[in-house]
Structures are given as structure tokens and as C-alpha cells.
């Protein structure tokens, strides 16, 4: 091969590489080019794969000419093609080419005599893949000239695929920060969320309890003034007011420092085992369903493993757990079922008053509530702690009811 005919195949190599952006692409239509004009059986390009425990050498592409496989008559699958893992070492260390006569026969053809390794090297100099050549048996490399073609277009393609490597991870990159800040976003939005529900809880839902305080704490002064003692009828009844106002101010206080706290506080990922975590929750409530006479039958499937924050996902069950126990109370006995589908979604289902669906987007407000305050006492949080700390743990959950006819929660985490 005269210069002249070099310098023109790697001037129009490099300009048809232009039209091709992906890494594969890119190895495949060289490694098309060079079988064809060179007049190979055989080619590969692997690409280096360097931890601090091994280096390995993958296959990127491969390329058989049309006459190789019609001498084979038969099927070629990259399995059949490969060369001795010393070989490749010996390239990479030495960042030389290497040439095989008569190469192990579990690793050759008929046909073919004569194995070619080069090394594509980056910009830097370091080997970042391997380019193989197999020859038939009636020629090999020509001259000195045509082993530097090859090598030429082994520079060539090195400094393509670093750049599409290159754009590959910048568009990984992109879409990393992309999703980071989607998740902050959300995050914020969370947090605006919590800082509302935190505003409206001091604008309204404390408010109440403040003004009993307040009031009564007056009506008691007016009482002792008047010479009434702590066993006048009226002053028990103050007392009992403002007893039962404070308590409510601290229930509303300490649901409020839970869902600040679950958002600040940091996950600890390991895998949990849903079962234990549910059966921890009963038990946790058998105290109270005991003290309230309230007769539950549970039905407990079988449950997943998941990767999460263990702490906050027995939170989650006991929140939600003691919920189905709450809105089931009128049923006699109360039925609650907790299993998981096919899909591992987890499922929480009552038997108890249900929920009109039309108000379903209301349900883990804080604070919102489906039913009066007289008719199902409580903090109005329960279900937004539930909501948050599937929220962190990146999953969903819905719920689906018929008022009257009980309601089932579906929660799904990421799998372990």
C-alpha cells in the first residue's frame, strides 16, 4: 500500500465516522471498513474494563466477511470467536501489536492462519480497547506499511470512542443532575407543604385548643374569686376543659415535630423484612384494641423484603395499622388484611366506614379530615406521616374506598 493510498483510506474512514455518535456504531463501522478493504475473515473490537481488583476485556463489535462464512457453510456466533486471555494481556501491558501464526485451535477457524492484535489507544496513551484481525491462510500483513495503517486507524478510533465515551457520560451526567433536581424540587415542595400544613395547624387546629385555655382558664378565675373551692362542680368542669385543650395542643405539637423530623432525618438503607415489621405493629396495638374491647381479626399474607429505613417503616405500619383499626371500629368484629400482590404492591384493607372517593386527594393533607372530630377523634396527621415516608423511600401510594363498604391502602417501595 502506497502512502498516498493510506493517507486517503484514513482520511475517508475518519470522515464517515462523523456521521455515527454512539459507541457501537462508531467500533462496528470501522470494524466493517477495515474487514472489507483489507480483505479479513475476521474482526473484533473489545474495550478495557480496569477496577482495582481485575482488568477484563469486553466485546464491543464484531464483523465476519460474506466469504468466510460462505467457506464455513454454517452459523457464527461470537462465542466461536475468541484468543488466549495472555495474549490480550500481553497487548495491553506492552501497548503493542501482536501477531500469531497458527493460534490454539479452540480459538480459531479453518481458514484462517493468522491473528493481528492492536492496541486502540486514547489521547493519552493508555490502552482502552483491543482491535483483532484474522487473516486467511493465503496472506498475511503485506509490508510494514499496511501494519501502520492499522495502527493509524486504531488511533483513530481510540480518540472517537474516548470522545463518544465522553458525550456518553456527559449525557449521564445531565441526566443525574436532571433527577437530582426533580428530587430536590420535590423535596421542597414537601417542605413548602409541611411549612403550610405547620401554618394552618397554628392558624386553626391549635388555635381552638388555645382559646379553651384561655377562656376557661378565665371563667376558673372569676370562679375562685367568687369563693368557689376545687370541688365546686363547675371548677372540676373547667379543669377537665383545660386539661383536655393542653393534651390536644400536645398531640398536635408532637405530630407536627414527627413529619418535620421524617423529613430531615437521614435514611438508613438496609433490606427489612415487611412481615416482622407488621407483626411488630399489631403487637404494638394490642394494647390499645384490649383497653377499647374492640374485637380484630387479622389476615396476614405473605409480605416482601425491601430496601428502606426500618425505624420509619414500622412508623409507617403502626400509623397506618392503628388508622384501619380507628375507621373499623363500628364493625363487629373488625376485619383488616394485609398482604402483598403479585407486583409485591403492599395492600391494608378494612372493613370499616370507608371514604367518599370524590374527596380521595384530600386524604393525606395534613390535617384534613374525611370524617368530623366528634364522630373519629385524632390529630389528622397520621396518614401524611404514611405518605411521607413513602415519599422518601421514592414510592407510591393510593388508596381506593366506598363510603360504608371499608378501604384499602396500597403502598409500593423499590425492591431490595
Known sequence: MKEVDKLSFLLNLTQKLQNYRKINDIAQFALDYLVESMECNFGEVKVIEKTNTYTRANTLSQSFSAQLVFNLDRPITPQSKSCDRDVISQVIET???????DFPAPFRHLAIGKLAIFPIVAIDNNVIGLLSLEFPNSRNLRDNLETDLISSVCSILGAWLERAKSQ???????ENLEKKVRQRTAELEAANKELESFSYSVAHDLRAPIRHVNSFVGALRQKLKQGATIDDREVVDYLDIIDNSSRKMAELVDSLLTLSRIGRRKLKREKV??????????ASLETQINTSGQI???????????????TMLQMLFNNLLANAIKFSRNSSPARIEVASSSDETIFVKDNGVGFNMAYADQLFEPFQRLHSQSEFSGTGIGLTIVQRIVQRHQGKIWAESQLGSGATFYINLKKS
Request: charged share 25%.
Open 95 to 101: 501497548g503493542k501489536p501482536l501477531s500469531i501464526e
Open 168 to 174: 456518553e457520560n456527559l449525557c449521564l451526567l445531565k
Open 273 to 282: 423484612n415487611l412481615q416482622t415489621i407488621v407483626k411488630k405493629a399489631i
Open 296 to 310: 380484630v381479626e387479622w389476615t396476614i399474607g405473605t409480605l416482601p423484603t425491601v430496601e428502606g429505613d426500618s
